[in-house]
Every structure is written in C-alpha cells, then in structure tokens.
C-alpha cells in the first residue's frame, strides 16, 4: 500500500488470517466516495467472515460496496482461491510458465503457486511478462512486492495514484 | 486427333482454370490446417517444436581493452540438453573485471550440459564460483552474470549484478531479471516510508552493484520456476553496455525477423550513437520460432 503521488492513501485492503486468509481489496480513486462508516462495516465484516462462506460474505459486503465499482474479495485456503472482482481489481496466477488472470470463482491452487492481487493502477505500469519474471525469480511474496515497485518506480517515481497490490506464495505447512 | 490453332484459346482457358483451382485449393488447405492447429491447441499454437535462431556481438567500444565475456552452448545439442547462453561483463575500473568475466565463461562451459530442472543447485554452483573467485582476487574484480537456459518451449534464467536478459514479445522489449543495485534498495527504503523514489535515481552511488560475481556468497537470482516461450519471442542477454547506448524503448526499431540481422543493427545502432565513453558491448539474440517439420 502506498499513497503515490497523492495527498493520503485511500484505497483500501482488509484482511482476516485465520483458517483461510479473506481479503478485501477497494480501488478508490479520487471520484469514489466511500465513507468512514462503510469502511468500519466491511471492516468488521472482513474480521468476522471466518465462519461465513464466501457467498456469505459477498452478499453481506455487496450492500456497502454496491457504490463502488471497483472492488475484490479474496479468500484462500490450502487448496483453493475463490475470488469475486467488480471493476478495475484484477488477480493473477502464475501457472506453466505464464501469467493467467483469474475468473471469478474458484480456482485450486498447488504448493508453490504464485498469486497477485492489485487494483489497475498498480498495473498501469506494468506488463505481464515483469509480473511473471519477478514471481518466478522471488524467494518470498515481500521480495516480488518489492521488484514490481521498483519497475513502477522506474516510470513513474511513485509519483501517481495510490498503489495497492496484495502478492501471495502458497507453500504447504506455513 | 488433331488440335488446330482455333482450339487455342479454350486450351488455355483450362489450363488457367485449372491453375486457379489448383491455388485455391492450396489456400483452403493452408487456411484450414492452420485453423484446426489453432483450436487444438486452445487458440494458441503448439510451440512444444521450437527452434532457436542465434547470434551475438561483442564489441570493445571506447574501452582500452575487452572485459566482456561470452558463452554459447553447443547449437547441435539443443534438442539435447537445450541452450546455455552467457554474458558477464567485467566490472570496470577494477584490475581484474576481464579475466574474471572469462573465468566466468568458462566455468559455465564445464557445468554444460546442466539440468534444465536443478536450478537452485546450478545457482549453488554459481555462488560458491563467486567465492572462490572472492578468495582469489580478495575484491580487486568483479563481473555480472547474465545467463539463459532454454530448452523446449520453457527458459531459466539466471543473474547476478546488473547485465539485462531482455524479452521481447509482440515488439514490446522487458528486462527479466531485477538489477542488483543500490538504488533497488534506496527505492524499497523511499516505498516503505510512503515517498515518492525521485531522490533514488540522483543519487550518484545509485547504480553501485550490491552483488557480483567475485563478491562473497552473492545472491544469485534464478528462476524458480521456468517461463514459457512461445513463437515470435526474441530473447536478448547483454552488458549494460546495450541498453545505455540503446533505450529500451527503441529496441522496436532494430528487431528483425533474423537474430542475425537483429544484432547486427544493435551493434551498428550503438556504434551510431558515436558515445565518447562507449563501455565494451555485447548481445546474444534469439529468436523463436516455430518448427514446421
């Protein structure tokens, strides 16, 4: 999460790591209006989706967020992602040796598995092939965070819109 | 039966039509063996028959003398093991950058043919290379390490130090491999603090080399996974003596259908610059592209 080259930072990501790990990413750019109010109901929401199922949690999240356009829930568990993207959040895996966005729904994922989560704006900058090439090379989610800033970097100094991207290695036992 | 000069012209008329038929039917044939390939294989071509074409350069530029080093593996074993290609660009300034740069070559030309699937230990070869070298030298040289394995329709690569290994797919030029500099870690310090990176890239120490080939257990970067290659890419490893000479952004004005040719316009577009303080430059280019036999 980085604020760019804007006054405050104003997307927004939740997250709940228990069993399974729930996120919600927001992508609020400047015309979106999202209140302190709604924030602290998806906040909540998010904290306490552990016993819900995904559906469950989308159609109670859906309501607050019905205003925004661009928004994703997240949630992992060993073996499976289960996503729903409204807008201009996008995810991604890493599988045979290329970058595959993924479909709403479930997908199963295998140990190892590389997944990103980022709003279009953190994209913008990017290419598909970078996103790749900074996946397979990273030892850890933090470090491939941390290439694919410096490639932001590199065209734009950081100097835009917020920047929120959520990077993710599914490794068995941890 | 006789034919008089008067049959003429329906004789040739069917031997047009024949013809014209005889084309189309090619076409058909062509337009529909394409179509079933393209479905088979999801809407993407079978790339499982690659071949690659390949060609370098390595020039000595405004330098005294030449610190690049270069290694290409065997072309008659592709099929086999695949292809091993390396640049290591000695660094400059420092005694020693060429000699370790062509040790570098040919250490990698021992560890040939190496496992396309044991990256992590051909990386613990490299490292424990570089330390060697550290005990020889004790710092008085240092090189980059830029390597690629292809085989099939996957490639490894591998790197240490700030040489490129440059994919270029539908014309569009992307450096692979994340640059092992100081401003790498200037921009990650400014990002963790909120700021903007504008004061990273003035720094005068912002292109040091945080780690090189020379250097004690330097981190070697390698993939951890192998990237898919398809028809139509180019691959492009070089000294950084390229891409300060040529802008990425301008590779599309040089790349020809050849590897051949796509290198000699490299080299003849960093000679044209006429920079005064050209560094050594060197390139390997592949080309991919698919097997029709």
Same mark, same amino acid.
């Given at each position: 999460m980085h604020k760019g080259g804007q006054e405050e930072y104003r997307d927004n990501v939740f997250v709940n790591y228990s069993s399974a790990l729930t996120l919600a990413i927001l992508y609020l750019p400047n015309e979106a209006e999202f209140s302190v109010a709604d924030e602290a109901s998806v906040s909540a929401l998010v904290q306490g989706s552990s016993k819900l199922r995904f559906r469950d949690l989308s159609e109670s999240i859906y309501p607050i967020l019905t205003n925004l356009k661009n928004y994703m829930l997240i949630r992992i568990d060993d073996k499976h992602i289960e996503i729903e993207r409204h807008g201009k959040v996008y995810a991604y895996i890493v599988q045979n040796g290329e970058l595959k966005m993924l479909p709403n729904g479930m997908t199963s994922l295998e140990d190892e598995d590389r997944v990103i989560c980022c709003t279009g704006e953190f994209l913008k900058c990017l290419n598909e092939i970078a996103i790749l090439s900074d996946a397979v090379v990273s030892e850890s989610a933090e470090e491939w965070m941390d290439n694919l800033v410096c490639r932001i970097s590199d065209k734009n100094r950081l100097s835009e819109g917020n920047l929120t991207a959520v990077t993710m290695i599914v490794r068995s036992g941890d | 039966?006789?034919? $008089?000069? !008067? %049959? @003429? #012209? *329906? @004789?040739q008329s069917s031997v047009f039509a024949a013809l014209v038929l005889f084309v189309v039917t090619t076409i058909a044939f062509i337009w529909l063996a394409v179509l079933y390939v393209n479905k088979k294989s999801n809407g993407r071509p079978d790339d499982s028959e690659l071949y690659i074409d390949c060609a370098y350069f390595c020039e000595i530029g405004k330098r005294p003398s030449q610190q690049d080093s270069v290694f290409i593996s065997n072309l008659a074993d592709y099929r086999k093991y695949g292809i091993t290609a390396l640049v290591a660009d000695g660094m400059g300034g420092m005694e020693y950058g060429g000699e370790i740069s062509e040790k570098i070559a040919d250490f990698v030309k021992d560890m040939c043919p190496m496992s396309f699937f044991a990256t992590e230990q051909n990386a613990d070869e490299l490292r424990r290379f570089s330390n060697k070298l550290y005990d020889e030298y004790k710092l008085s040289g240092g090189s980059t390490l830029a390597m690629v394995h292809i085989t099939g329709s996957f490639m490894n690569y591998y790197s240490v130090g700030d040489s490129d290994i440059i @994919?270029?797919? &539908?014309? =569009?030029p992307t450096i692979l491999n994340p640059r092992q500099n100081y401003m790498a870690l200037l921009i990650k310090s400014l990002c963790r &603090?909120? +700021?903007?990176?504008? *004061? !990273? /890239? $003035?720094? #005068?120490? !912002?292109?040091s080399l945080i780690d090189f080939m020379g250097n004690r257990n330097p981190r070697v970067i390698y993939t951890k996974k192998p990237i898919r290659i398809f028809d139509g890419d180019k691959i492009i490893v070089s000294s950084d003596g390229l891409t300060d000479a040529v802008a990425l952004r &301008?590779?599309?004005? /040089?790349l020809k259908d050849s590897a051949s040719s796509t290198? @000699?316009?490299l080299k003849r577009a960093? !000679?044209?610059? +006429?920079? #005064? +303080?050209? %560094? &050594? /430059? *060197?390139? =390997?280019?592949?080309? =991919?592209?698919? $097997?029709?036999m």
């Open positions: - | 039966m006789e034919t $008089s000069f !008067a %049959d @003429l #012209p *329906t @004789l @994919l270029i797919r &539908n014309g =569009i &603090n909120n +700021k903007q990176t504008v *004061t !990273a /890239y $003035s720094n #005068p120490k !912002a292109r &301008n590779f599309h004005h /040089y290198a @000699l316009e960093v !000679a044209a610059r +006429k920079r #005064p +303080k050209q %560094d &050594n /430059y *060197t390139g =390997i280019v592949f080309t =991919i592209k698919r $097997s029709f």
